[in-house]
């Protein structure tokens, strides 16, 4: 019973290097969405699925892209880091858009 | 643009003391506010409020929502140092999503 997995959970990159932060569920549920967390200003969506195969913008979506392939992942991906991208990534998913279960996080720095 | 803003943005109190944080928001077709504590990892689950008027209990702390006034407050009292962590408030709306729309998030700090 993992519940939401996100790997890795710490990563360093060079800027303009790209990467992909996976978020897996065991859980079935429709609803997947990730979030950044920066100091004082809570978490912020950047993409989020309603089911597999669809994905949307959130409130902050520039420099990223995603993909839901199945129904249990979906991936955030950086084209191009950034320093500005240097923040800690949540995923969470959720079965009827009110409970809602979050990975452990993500820690992505970059230099 | 929905917006949820949280006071204060940290507090700090000694054990034992009673503390309110406050929540208001500002949304279309609002749904629900829930409340998350926050330590070091993923924010963990403590209650949704969805109807106005209606206290949310569990052990030391409690939450109420007041639709009227677009607003929500957590009380904890006779804190403990365990109690240390960031409050995150959220709000989910009927629009497309079922998205969390998250505060800034209060960081409070319970000194012994």
């Known amino acids: 019973n993992a519940g939401v997995t996100q790997t890795p959970k710490f990563r360093v990159l060079k800027t303009g290097q790209s990467m992909t932060l996976l978020c897996a569920q065991d859980?079935?549920?429709?609803?997947m969405y990730w979030y950044r967390q920066d100091p004082g200003m809570g978490l912020r969506l950047i993409h989020y699925s309603v089911g597999e195969g669809t994905t949307a913008k959130g409130e902050v979506p520039d420099g990223y892209n995603v993909s839901r392939l199945k129904k249990q992942n979906f991936l955030l991906g950086l084209e191009s880091a950034a320093p500005s991208q240097t923040s800690v990534y949540f995923c969470?998913?959720?079965?009827?858009?009110?409970?809602?279960?979050f990975g452990s996080g993500t820690r992505l720095t970059v230099v | 643009e929905d917006k949820v803003v949280q006071s204060p943005l940290s507090l700090v109190v000694h054990e034992g003391d009673t503390v309110t944080l406050n929540c208001s928001y500002e949304v279309t077709n609002f749904r629900s506010l829930l409340w998350y504590k926050q330590e070091k990892k993923a924010p963990t689950f403590l209650f949704m409020l969805?109807?106005?008027?209606i206290e949310k209990k569990s052990g030391r702390l409690s939450s109420i929502l007041d639709k009227k006034e677009l607003s929500s407050i957590l009380n904890i009292t006779a804190t403990q140092t365990g109690d240390s962590a960031i409050y995150l408030c959220a709000v989910i709306t009927y629009n497309q999503g079922g998205k969390l729309i998250f505060g800034q998030g209060t960081e409070l700090s319970v000194k012994p």
């Open positions: 969805t109807s106005s008027g």
């Open positions: 969470a998913s959720s079965p009827d858009r009110e409970g809602y279960t």
């Open positions: 859980m079935n549920h429709e609803y």
